[in-house]
């Protein structure tokens, strides 16, 4: 066991509940609790699942003395979301892009409240393995324009449909809030920004707090019936279902937006206008394609298909490889994505899986797996 | 009628010439929840210590190793139709082969349970 592990301020909490500690991005996590990964996974898809996800990075680029306009305009040159128009407290997942149109991360992208006296920052949330990169990625390509202050919070995931009950007990206005949205609120007396996001495809909240409030903050939320810890076990399971890209698995520095099927991510006006780094590539490849895809694979059979199983055809030629796969618990069976040749990438299409050497039948199918249920807002 | 246990957390119990294979409470329990088993045909057979099985729960995939050479002469459908089973009876109805024995000397070489309590305590 390596002792140069950097441990999380719920390092104590997931002793005491049994989490089964192991290394994850440099950081000591719990994988699973004693209910498995199974349970968990089933539980945060009907009740409330409380995540640790404290070893992402959370970061504030801002302009000193600057507006919204200064600071979008700079991000823009370095992501190819529509961060101009993003409103007060409104937050946008995008990518972090390299010179030649590779992907180095994907991240959320928050613009502070009108509440908040944070105007001309942004609040950024990055990948717990790729951040320290990521860091020095942004102040350098922003070097002498922006800065970049990296916080030392924790952060808390309330995942599932109860998620809301449980954060509108302690702030009602919590229930009004749509999906993608963020506000600044005292909760029991801790000063949290309160996002209405997540991983798990789930409605639910990210919690930003202080790493002295972390700890009484999750036995508050544990105290609830509806709430159980969740693990990362679950964690990827979950948003394997909902067809969310895991960085360095789904997607890596070789792989642009549109191979990713990403397109939603980049903003119509940044389409056309471009502007951000590896536009060259990204604007050709969505005007004339590209050789391969990221698209859901539905194994036929019981068999998981993991990372690094290859795709082929009936007659065994090599048409693209699964990036993340196993065992969904709500889908009842295997669930993978990957990438493969356009030719291949089309619903329906039948392609096969060459699990330990056996060609397994398989389906092209659209993510995600299972319908997200995200809270767009009151009803009107 | 005695069990035997191999190091990588397979049981073995033998009666006559032909052993029951299945993987032990302690290795079910580092799996986590089962969600697909993959056996080998009947008649097939196997080198001591080669890939025989296959299981996978939630986490990851791992081999079961045959853990005497032999031919299988039974397979229990039963945990590919209910692979959750092998969590619920890992030492008992989830068995996976029956193996004729083709070299019974092996026995020999195999822990008995309190050589392999001591394995799993310090291993």
């Known amino acids: 066991m390596s002792d140069d592990l950097k441990i999380l301020s719920l390092d104590a909490l997931h002793r005491d509940l049994g989490g089964k500690m192991v290394p994850f991005a440099g950081y000591s996590m719990p994988v699973q609790f004693p209910a498995g990964v199974k349970e968990e996974h089933l539980w945060t898809r009907s009740k ?4 640790d996800v404290s070893h992402m990075g959370q970061a504030v680029l801002s302009v000193g003395g600057g507006s919204h306009e200064d600071v979008s305009a700079l991000i823009e040159e370095l992501v190819p979301g529509e961060i101009k128009k ?8 995008s990518l972090l892009m390299a010179e030649d149109g590779g992907v180095l991360d994907d991240l959320m992208i928050t613009r502070f409240p009108a509440d908040q006296d944070r105007e001309g920052s942004l609040f950024l949330v990055v990948n717990a393995a790729v951040k320290d990169q990521d860091y020095a990625y942004i102040a350098e390509k922003l070097a002498g324009r922006a800065t970049l202050e990296v916080l030392d919070r924790s952060l808390l ?12 007990a302690m702030d009602p206005e919590a229930a009004t809030m749509p999906f993608m949205s963020m506000r600044r609120v005292t909760l029991e007396g801790m000063d949290v920004s309160l996002s209405r996001c997540g991983y798990t495809g789930e409605d639910g909240f990210e919690i930003s707090v202080a790493n002295e409030d972390a700890d009484k903050l999750a036995r508050l939320l544990l105290a609830h ?23 360095g698995h789904d997607m890596t520095p070789a792989t642009s937006p549109v191979e990713a099927n990403l397109i939603f991510a980049l903003g119509k006006r940044r389409r056309s206008e471009g502007g951000f780094l590896g536009a060259d590539r990204v604007l050709s490849e969505l005007a004339e394609g590209t050789k391969t895809l990221r698209v859901g694979i539905k194994p036929q059979g019981r068999a998981p298909a993991r990372e690094g199983v290859e795709v082929k055809t009936a007659d065994g030629t090599k048409i693209g490889q699964v990036t993340s796969g196993g065992f969904g618990p709500t889908v009842e069976g295997p669930v993978a994505m990957g990438y493969v040749d356009v030719a291949y990438a089309d619903e329906g299409t039948e392609v096969h899986l060459d699990i330990r050497g056996k060609l397994q039948p398989a389906t092209i199918v659209t993510l995600p797996f299972t319908e997200p249920r995200y809270y767009r807002g009151p009803k009107k | 009628m005695t069990t035997k ?18 993987i032990t409470t302690h290795a079910a329990e580092q799996l986590g929840d089962v969600v697909f088993v993959e056996l080998p045909d009947v008649g097939k057979s196997f080198d001591q210590g080669a890939d025989m099985a296959v299981v996978e729960s939630v986490k990851a995939a791992s081999d079961v190793y045959a853990p005497i050479s032999g031919e299988v002469v039974e397979a229990n459908g039963s945990i590919v139709d209910a692979p959750e089973s092998v969590n619920e009876a890992p030492e008992g109805d989830a068995w996976f082969v029956k193996l004729k024995l083709a070299n019974a000397g092996e026995l020999d070489g195999l822990m008995d349970e309190a050589a392999y309590k001591d394995h799993v305590a310090n291993g």
Not at chain 1, 48 to 51: R, Y
């Open chain 2, 5 to 22: 246990f191999t190091k990588d957390h397979e049981w073995i119990r033998v009666e006559g010439d032909v052993a029951t294979v299945g």
């Open chain 1, 48 to 51: 409330a699942g409380l995540f």
């Open chain 1, 225 to 247: 019936d509806d709430v159980a810890p969740i693990g990362l076990g679950a964690r990827d399971s979950l948003r394997l279902e909902a067809g969310l890209c895991l960085y």
């Open chain 1, 157 to 168: 995931a309330l995942q599932g449909p109860k998620a809301v009950d449980v954060i509108a």
């Open chain 1, 86 to 93: 993003l409103g007060k407290g409104k937050i946008r997942y």
